[in-house]
């Protein structure tokens, strides 16, 4: 079999493994991945090896646990051997256009090995909105945020004071929006295919390695308006997509009211969702067009899920490791290779560049921590080995290095059964995801002892070995570059 000489890897922001068609979705929110799952191998539990996105990719791009250079460490350390660094030292031409996400910058690592690297990343952002007071003058929302320290103490009154101002904001104060796009945070999908197409023509027949990392199902939910016809229905206003943002985003408001504004939220993410499944599909035609996409290996996945009030909760904060945070679609397509759809097994992302570089024959560098599934891929093979997340309770903003220092979380996700450690205070919740897909029922302590064993046992050998494999010299060379870049 010829290998392929290219590799196109696709990474979506929040895209949660149970909203795309190709595992089971029924609004058709990825009808291109879906056309091409049957001749790709379509993973049925692939699993990040850490959540959010500043702790999920070291494992994608470098095989590495994100906590394993110590916990106030963020991103790829220099010199660190990466899918850009491998590819490119085999003479591929490599380039990346990521989106506009803030942790996927050249500040964290990611720029290295990319002979083109544009993040997007705006001089003058969009400000999100914090609830209602986004919308309303300078001086009448100073006068609000005394109000409403007021207000927390009035009770009833107090609640229905902020819903009266929220509805003010919303309905009456400051100029309508004229488009979707004019409130997105986050360049599009087409703004960064576009960028890509440019650089695949001017590439000539050079072999590459292009990543792109895509924002549309990211928050604050402003999808491409062709997007919202394409998934049917009618189409939403700029006034009522900001109004649902707005509100979804309240945090004084109870789960039973957010509840109510949850099938439109989940109407403008699946058009985040369609918008990137366009685009992809864009691409791969212009690939087709140049003769490149039968000589591509071609991986799409993405770096967390995202919330919808499934466990009470709203976008991917690291405080859990649920299963809409850490089970992602996964599809990779190696041109003339004969494998199929894995229908068991908890497949980590830390697995993914050392089975890309092995479909590439190009050689794994034996500091990856994960291991190339490339041989079980062909043969069609399972494996029992579970699936380690991690992430440090918390830390939602990793610029702060204070976020960085809080107590770790946990799992270990097997095929069936996934166990959940927390460190401060202590707890320890066992889920029999066959039984209880939902997690709403830890299993007591008596109960699958042998399973419960096992789990706790990887989970020591993980932590032993995340302490024996600490790089000094890789730590101290990322601090520094954190402090220069900081001065």
Known sequence: MDMPRSLLLVTTDCLRADHVGFLGYQ?????????????????CSAIVA????????????????PLSLGRDVVGIAP???????????QGFATAAFIAGNPYLTPHFGYAQGFDVFKDFIREDPIPVAKGAAGNASHRLGRLNRTLEKISRSMGPVGALYNEAYFQYCERWSGPKPESLAALRRFPSADVIVSEAINWLTALGERNFFLWIHLMDPHAPYYPHEAALGLIGGSGVTPSRARYLNNAW??????ITRLERYRPEILRLYDAGVRWVDTQI??????????????????AATADHGEEFLDHMGRY???????????????????????????????FSLLHLAPTLLDAL???????FQGTSLWTQLQRGESWEEPAVVECVKGCTNPFRFEDRLGPRILAIRAARFKLVLRFDPPAEDLYDLEADPLEARPLPPSSEREVRRYLLERARAHLRASVASQDPESRIRSRLRELQSIN
């Open 27 to 43: 609004r058709p929110t990825t009808p291109f991945l879906d056309a091409i799952a049957g001749e790709s191998t379509a993973f």
């Open 50 to 65: 850490g959540s959010p996105t500043y702790y999920s990719f070291p494992a994608i791009l470098a095989s590495r646990y």
């Open 79 to 89: 010199q660190q051997p990466t899918l850009g660094t491998l590819l490119k030292d």
């Open 249 to 254: 985003n309240r945090d004084d408001l109870s």
């Open 281 to 298: 599909g864009h691409l791969a035609d212009v690939l087709r067009h140049s003769g490149r996409w039968e000589n591509c290996l071609f």
């Open 316 to 346: 991917h904060a690291p405080t859990r490791l649920t299963e809409e945070l850490i089970r992602v679609p996964l599809l990779l397509r190696v041109p003339k290779a004969r494998t199929k759809a894995l229908e068991r097994g908890a």
């Open 361 to 367: 024959s190009v050689p794994v560098p034996s500091c």
